[in-house]
């Protein structure tokens, strides 16, 4: 019965040893090699798609009480259009995952400036992280300023980096690409800042 025992006990320990010495640090490599593929692939495909052309602290201050860095070390995340045209609820839904962070900014521009600041304020949202300002040229000039794409630029979002240049566009009236912006936000968030995300998926409502 004794020798019964310390078989077992040998063979325990074979299996304890193998799932520490091999088992477990392959698991971790693979989750690891994953992760930074993950993050070097969204990364890939961010662009240098020309600087941000910044507004005036004036155009700022004439709509918000707003400190003239808005931008200054910041993301930013891009809107431009008429308010009927905008995606103002999928840019409400990003803007809810990161809601807790300050480094993250969303600018609209848009002739509606009134209107589109009613939706921010009936909604509750932070004047601090989501500023409107008026266009004060055509659309077409400002789409082109940040390297909109062509076809339904108001159905897009910009995202600016920490440098103020601009990196890429997300369709977030598709719900793929709307997840694709908010992943990206994430991977690229300061780190020395970092605090959990309230990232929902769409899918999981």
């Known amino acids: 019965m004794g020798e019964e025992k310390k078989k077992k006990r040998k063979w325990f320990m074979y299996v304890f040893l193998t799932l520490m010495l091999a088992v477990l640090p392959a698991m971790s490599w693979y989750y690891l090699k994953n992760g930074l593929d993950y993050q070097l692939e969204i990364r890939n ?8 052309p910044v507004p005036a602290a004036n155009q700022i201050n004439r709509l ?8 200054d070390k910041k993301m930013v995340v891009v809107g431009i259009g008429a308010k009927n045209d905008l995606p103002l609820e999928e840019t409400k839904f990003i803007y809810e995952q990161f809601s ?21 304020n009936s909604n509750s949202l932070d004047p601090l992280q989501w500023t409107v300002i008026g266009a004060e040229k055509p659309y077409s000039d400002i789409y082109e300023e940040y390297s909109f794409p062509s076809q339904n630029p108001e159905q897009f979002l910009a995202l ?46």
């Open 160 to 205: 600016v980096d920490t440098n103020l240049v601009v990196r890429s566009h997300y369709q977030v009236t598709e719900e793929a690409r709307r997840n694709r912006l908010i992943e990206t936000l994430a991977v690229l968030m300061p780190k020395d800042e970092e605090r959990e995300i309230k990232y929902r998926a769409e899918t999981e409502k």
């Open 100 to 120: 807790e962070r300050k480094d993250i900014v969303f600018l609209t521009i848009s002739n509606d400036d009134s209107a589109c600041l009613d939706f921010r």
């Open 45 to 52: 495909e961010l662009k240098d798609l020309g600087e941000m």
């Open 64 to 71: 918000d009480s707003l400190q003239n860095q808005v931008f």
